[in-house]
């Protein structure tokens, strides 16, 4: 594990995508008639997340060549 001190350029990049991630959240949550407090949030934005990992995955691996096609891709 790397011990350095994070440079402030790479907090703000963080902070960033954190931030859209999070106000993401926030407006869909705000969208289905929910008024949220920010824990509330973050417990959505765990769960959410979660599921666009396991989403990820799953597109990932219905877009590998299977079969013949895969042999012809490797060449």
Do not use: Y
Not at 7 to 23: D, G
Not at 35 to 64: F, P, T
């Amino acid at each position: 594990m790397n011990n350095k001190p994070l440079t402030p350029e790479e907090v703000t990049a963080a902070s960033k995508q954190f931030f859209e991630l999070f106000s993401i959240v926030k407006e869909d949550l705000f969208d289905q008639g929910m008024e949220c407090k920010a824990e509330d949030v973050l417990k959505s934005m765990e769960q959410i997340c979660g599921l666009a990992q396991k989403l990820r995955v799953q597109k990932e691996i219905e877009n590998q060549p299977f079969g013949f096609n895969k042999k012809q891709n490797e060449e």
